[in-house]
């Protein structure tokens, strides 16, 4: 750990040395004689700071993919960002999403907000499913790295993603694309209509249709996982009340349903002792219990077992943005509606056994509502001032349902644990679990950033924001037979086995009869309030040095909200239900150097920062390797890095790009870490069954990361050009678990695209073909322990969540 702080800090200071020394070594190339008619790049404007500007201007780091690139690379979703953008990383897991920046997000826990914002058209989008629905007609994606507490909100303390979509235009155009993957038998149709309806309405509509028929074959229904189809539709309008006033109106719907799940099983150790000693996790599904025999496929070879999954997801959002063009403002509304529900069906033992299954619901329903006045700028003091308010009404269902069948049934029966002819597990048959949660938000903040010009290179900024946050959530755990009708006076002990934790051990059942256990038992419904006021500064100072070199330092606060545990029965031997169910609210503070440099006369760019994050009280939730997700604050942790990136205009023709990130993530105290099984519990909460990961790097955290890309168009007769597009994303080892499982860890590796297309700009048709990672690498992209399989059934094994291999696709598209 220490050598690499020491690496990375010798980096640091190399950076800035460039910084000062590149101007002075370009304006030397110039005074010899440089000639100024070399190619220049064209300007990328962000809006990272609530207001348009050049890339340059903006003292943050940030990574900007433009609308077009998105559509010719395929990058339809979060998912697919992360082979583009370096410190950024989305993976699903059974029952939820994971969004990181700097190696910081959020677990798996529907009661948790999320780490890094995601911002559509200025509308927050607060759910960690919402992060699966896919782009679609986006002008820009900008990921905004470190805290974004002032201009994006509170729950923003890792970053943001700020979302643009395409607007309407003055003049008609249209677009259609037809795509088609031999690989995986995937479609995608999409239509864009654009224009006048008079000198003051505008209006766009664009629609997508995509499906996919999967990459992993599930031996079990002889079927590829996972399928995709989706849709979105959406209409823009915009209409000029005055030359001074203006009304944008946005709606859009969308649906994304899967089939299936991209899981694989592997990782499977042999029980050491009981009654299946020397026999793995399959060996003992497909023997003694005589499921299908396709439960013995154990390895990653594209292939899994499984009884049948699904998830169904709708979404639904409209955004009113009224701007006024004051004397010397602009005055801002934006009204939003956000709504999503999703219904799915988890086959969360992950295997083809009939063990358990897990319907999982989930609804939200937002509005919000942000005013804000933005001078024109060219004054000594420039600013941004405005409000927000924002409510939400959250709920959150899952039954877990062990039927009459299900191999729980005999092992129980048949455990040693238990006297002959009890027959415990016939209680458990037929018996459902369901557990309901519920949060209401309300979020009020004011906020204010300044640009204090102190001389004409130099300049402060300035910035804060005050957040009154109240939740009101209760959470309540049902046991009942499956059928929904009341437990027999014999099965009492289920449902206090349920309230316990989910797990079938024959040790677990017992336990809720033991006086010392059961009375640490918290009782069904719980319920609690919470409210918190939060002040976040942001301090910048960034200086001009020589017109194309713009240097920044800046301390930065931010705070995501505390909130209610959506999913553990009990926590630990040391907290009651009422304890458990609510966790504390997590805070950060970033320091961060960075750089914008323009050389060559305008035909590069180089870019960089160096931060330094600290954490304090980071919110986990780590699977327990049975059936639960359990939540904790982490004391804290450092994420020191360096970030690295730039473009370069060789020719007219030649566009070379590529960036880098070094990353140095350390628990400073995490005592409460949930053990990976077979992990004896260690530190100085080891009497709760805690590992300490102090010290330790977080899960999904590469040391480094970094891209390149290459675009050339070489242009022939006719006016048509063929354009060649290489793009390479290139990651250290990583630990793919929660748990920090050294059988989880994803090896360094190389991720390939290759783009060749012929196109006419005149004419407006393209045609490519597109080929993602071309060297079939196998990538884990999340993992875990196999849900019971230790805990149960004594022989672990390990789930993975696999990205796609090689592809290959066919586009077309014509402008008009």
């Keep these: 750990m220490q050598f690499r702080r020491s690496i990375l800090s010798a980096l640091i200071k190399a950076a800035i040395t460039a910084t000062v020394i590149a101007p002075s070594a370009l304006l030397a190339q110039d005074e010899e004689g440089e000639t100024y008619d070399s190619p220049v790049l064209e300007e990328i404007i962000v809006t990272a700071q609530r207001r348009e500007q050049s890339l340059a201007d903006v003292p943050l780091s940030v990574a900007v993919i433009d609308g077009e690139l998105l559509k010719k690379q395929a990058i339809e979703k979060m998912a697919d960002l992360q082979f583009s953008v370096p410190n950024f990383t989305m993976a699903e897991s059974g029952i939820g999403t994971n969004v990181f920046i700097r190696g910081i997000g959020s677990g798996n826990n529907q009661g948790f907000e999320q780490s890094v914002g995601v911002y559509v058209d200025g509308i927050h989008r607060g759910r960690a499913q919402q992060a699966r629905a896919p782009f679609f007609d986006l002008q820009r994606v900008e990921v905004l790295r470190g805290p974004q507490s002032i201009l994006f909100g509170k729950n ?60 992993i074959e599930n031996l079990t229904l002889n079927r590829d996982e996972p399928q995709q189809e989706d849709y979105t539709l959406r209409t823009t309008f915009e209409y000029d009340f005055t030359d001074s006033f203006m009304a944008t109106l946005k709606l859009e719907s969308s649906k994304f349903d899967v089939v299936g799940r991209n899981i694989e099983i592997n990782g499977e150790v042999p029980a050491a ?51 006024w063009e004051l004397d010397n403002h602009i005055l801002t509304s934006i009204t939003g509606v956000s709504n999503f529900e999703f219904q799915d069906n988890c086959d969360c033992d992950f295997t083809g056994a009939n063990i358990f299954t897990l319907p999982l619901a989930e609804k939200y329903d937002q509005l919000s509502q942000e005013v804000r006045l933005t001078s024109n700028g060219g004054e000594t003091i420039d600013y941004i001032l405005g409000g927000y308010y924002q409510t939400s009404d959250h709920e959150f269902r899952d039954t877990l349902t062990v039927g009459a069948n299900s191999i729980l049934v005999p092992l129980l029966n048949s455990n040693p644990a238990f006297p002959p002819g009890a027959n415990i597990g016939n209680l458990f048959a037929n018996t459902a679990a369901s557990r309901e949660a519920l949060v209401d938000t309300d979020i009020f903040s004011i906020f204010a950033q300044f640009d204090w010009y102190l001389s004409d290179s130099l300049t402060l900024q300035l910035g804060g924001r005050v957040t009154y946050e109240s939740k009101d959530g209760s959470k309540n755990l049902t046991v009942t037979a499956a059928d929904g009708s009341p437990l027999s006076a014999a099965q009492a002990v289920v449902a206090d086995f349920y309230g316990l934790v989910f797990d079938f051990g024959a040790s677990n059942v017992l336990n809720v009869i033991d006086p010392n256990i059961s009375a640490r038992l918290g009782r069904h419904p719980v319920s609690g ?79 960089f920062a160096a931060y330094l994050t600290r954490f304090e009280d980071l919110q986990v939730s780590i699977f327990d390797g049975t059936l639960g997700f359990n939540v904790g604050n982490a004391a804290k942790a450092d994420v020191m890095g360096l970030e690295v990136d730039g473009r370069w205009q060789v020719t007219n023709n030649l566009t070379l790009a590529g960036s880098l990130a070094l990353t140095d993530f350390e628990f400073k105290d995490y005592t409460n870490g949930r053990c990976n099984f077979g992990q004896a519990p260690n530190g100085s909460q080891a009497a709760d069954g805690f590992c300490d990961y102090s010290g330790q790097t977080n899960q999904l955290v590469s040391d480094w990361q970094g891209t390149f890309s290459a675009i050339h168009v070489h242009e022939l007769s006719g006016g048509m050009e063929l354009n060649t597009a290489f793009n390479l994303f290139f990651t250290d080892d990583y630990n793919a678990s929660a748990s920090l499982d050294p059988a989880l860890v994803q090896k360094a590796y190389a991720n390939v695209n290759l783009r060749i297309g012929l196109s006419n700009p005149v004419n407006g048709w393209d045609v490519a073909l597109l080929g993602q990672n071309l060297t079939d690498k196998q990538i884990v992209l999340f993992g875990g322990d196999a849900p019971l399989s230790g805990s149960t059934f004594g022989a672990i094994a390990k789930y993975n969540f696999m990205a796609r291999g090689r592809t290959l696709a066919i586009q077309f598209s014509k402008k008009f």
């Design 156 to 215: 923003s303390v890792a970053g943001a993603l700020n979302m643009t979509t395409a607007k309407p235009t003055d003049e008609f155009e249209g677009f259609v694309g037809l795509d088609y993957g031999f690989t995986l038998g995937e479609s995608e149709a999409s239509v864009i209509l654009s224009g006048p309806i008079s000198d003051k309405f505008r209006y766009r509509i664009a629609g997508r249709y995509h499906e996919m028929d999967g990459y």
């Design 273 to 323: 002792a009981g009654p299946f000693a020397g026999l793995t996790y399959s060996q003992i599904l497909a023997g003694p219990f005589g499921q299908d025999a396709s439960v013995l496929n154990n390895t990653l070879d594209g292939k899994r077992s499984a009884n049948g999954d699904f998830s169904n997801n709708d979404q639904f959002e409209a955004v009113l943005t009224l701007d």
């Design 529 to 607: 309030s919470r409210s918190e006021t939060v002040f976040t500064p942001d301090i910048k100072l960034y200086w001009d040095v020589s017109g194309d070199t713009m240097l920044y330092a800046s301390i930065v606060q931010g705070s995501k909200s505390g909130g209610f545990d959506f999913r553990a029965n009990n926590r630990g031997a040391s907290a009651t239900m009422e304890e458990a169910f609510e966790f504390e609210n997590e805070s950060a503070t970033s320091l961060e150097f960075g750089g914008k440099m323009t050389l060559a006369d305008g035909a590069a760019q180089l870019n």
